[in-house]
């Protein structure tokens, strides 16, 4: 009888985990307007090591990057999303990031937290953050090539750590199962565009994640004919990148550590 509860409560959590990644994508691409798509996700073999889908066996961000469909897939249409994580529940959710989406800059986990610590020294604001036990990823607004090339021609040494994911790149999400652990929000976006500590939201942990609209003024939108973006603010990357070099910099071992 325990053997029976034991699967069936098994089950149920992965009932819910499959639930709150389709509620995330969801979310992402309807209410925030985020082209999302699937990842290539993690084999089902069972090993401890996390082993990812797609053909390289040595692959550096192991089952949370697009392979089929490709990036260029990413889509805001709900009937798309639902479809994929219909057929797919498992499979990580993948921001497209660039071009009206968000972008991002990531750096290795423990020179992440030192950055955060910095910024919040500093008082300068912050956008949601996307972290993985090895990985944080500063989700900042558009940027083209050429004003980030600005931005770091200005600095004496960028470390290979540091990684830019604008036009062209991606992000896996909340609550994203990844090679590296589930992602999660390490500063969860928050009403009003402010972002806060994780866990200051429902699914900010991992779980779901959290729509801000009020009762009220959506049924007043949906009479009107209206939609309103609910899509946290994201600051500037300029804002940032001095502070995310000097700390990718002085993490030991130079911040080299490229692991996903």
Known sequence: M???????????????DRSAVLTAALAYATEWQWPVLPGVGLRP???RVRR??????DCAAPGAHPFDPGLL??????????????????????????GRAPCAVSLPAVAGARALAAF????????????TPTRWALLVAPYSLEVLGELLHRQDWVPGSLLFHGEGGFVALPPSPTGAG????????????RSGPAGSVNGASGGGIRTF????????????????????????????????VEESAGTPGGGSRLAY
């Open 2 to 16: 325990r053997e029976i509860l034991g699967r069936r409560r098994k089950l149920s959590l992965r009932r819910g």
């Open 45 to 47: 073999d069972g090993g």
């Open 52 to 57: 990812c889908g797609c053909p390289q066996p």
């Open 73 to 98: 897939a990413a889509t805001t249409d709900a009937r798309m999303v639902r479809w994929w994580w219909t057929n797919r529940p498992d499979a990580p959710v993948v921001l497209a990031t660039g």
């Open 120 to 131: 919040d020294r500093a008082g300068i604001r912050l956008g949601p953050v996307v972290a």
């Open 182 to 193: 589930r992602v999660r929000w390490e500063r969860a976006p928050l009403p009003g565009g």
């Open 213 to 244: 609209r009020g009762d009220r003024s959506e049924r007043a939108e949906r009479r009107e004919g209206t939609t309103r973006s609910t899509a946290p603010w994201l600051p500037d990357v300029s804002a940032l990148v001095d502070v995310l």
